[in-house]
Antibody, heavy 122, light 107 residues
Framework: QVQLQESGPGLVKPSQTLSLTCTVSGGSINSGDYYWSWIRQHPGKGLEFIGFISYTGRTYYNPSLRSRVSISSDTSKNQFSLRLNSVTAADSAVYYC??????????????WGQGTRVTVSS | DIQMTQSPSSLSASVGDRVTITCRASQSISTYLNWYQQKPGKAPKLLISAASSLQSGVPSRFSGSGSGTDFTLTISSLQPEDFATYYCQQSYSALYTFGQGTNLEIK
């Protein structure tokens, strides 16, 4: 059974870089037609898709974050990571990693990590 | 960008009720529509993909329908564990936008 677990600092200072890692267990990030994704949820708000890295290494980023975000993977550790530069208080949110699946129906986020809360504050 | 609008934003219902949540897309998305359930403090859970395909392990009281711009999630007989927030998500375009959510509360 595939499981995902986010890790990283819970507190980041304004203007610094938010870095989170998602560790995948029970399956390889190299296998299958999967899209390893990041989503965030601002306090009491809805869900915002940040981006993904595919099993081929292709990346996609939400245009509203594209200038500040990067997603990478480390197949040797079976992890993928999120970096968000120049953070402000508006980046405070719960960040989720997820395994996206396609099957002729676009991208469905089928497996999620438990989420990690990140606060941007000095 | 494709905007997703859910209605209602909140809903009070009783155990055993039949409930329908609506999701409308700002342009046609065929059946590229997913539904998620989120309980407080937990990650969302995928219920339905491709507008009507029930995920493995999801109770059959959940069903989805629609195509184009108008979609519905129906719970045929509410159970106590169904009280949660429900989100639709379009997977037609790469922005993968979500609706604002529908909070289903106990009456």
């Amino acid at each position: 059974q595939v499981q995902l677990q986010e890790s990283g600092p819970g507190l980041v200072k304004p203007s610094q870089t938010l870095s989170l890692t998602c560790t995948v267990s029970g399956g390889s990030i190299n296998s299958g037609d999967y899209y390893w994704s990041w989503i965030r949820q601002h306090p009491g708000k809805g869900l915002e898709f940040i981006g993904f890295i595919s099993y081929t290494g292709r990346t996609y980023y939400n245009p509203s974050l594209r200038s500040r975000v990067s997603i990478s993977s480390d197949t040797s550790k079976n992890q993928f990571s999120l970096r968000l530069n120049s953070v402000t208080a508006a980046d405070s949110a719960v960040y989720y990693c997820s395994r996206g699946e396609t099957g002729g129906y676009g991208l469905a986020l089928a497996i999620w990590g438990q989420g990690t809360r990140v606060t941007v504050s000095s | 960008d494709i905007q997703m609008t859910q209605s209602p934003s909140s809903l009070s219902a009783s155990v055993g009720d039949r409930v329908t949540i609506t999701c409308r897309a700002s342009q046609s998305i065929s059946t590229y529509l997913n539904w998620y359930q989120q309980k407080p403090g937990k990650a969302p859970k995928l219920l339905i993909s491709a507008a009507s395909s029930l995920q493995s392990g999801v109770p059959s009281r959940f069903s989805g329908s629609g195509s184009g711009t108008d979609f519905t999630l129906t719970i045929s007989s509410l159970q106590p564990e169904d009280f949660a927030t429900y989100y639709c998500q379009q997977s037609y375009s790469a922005l993968y936008t979500f609706g604002q959510g529908t909070n289903l509360e106990i009456k």
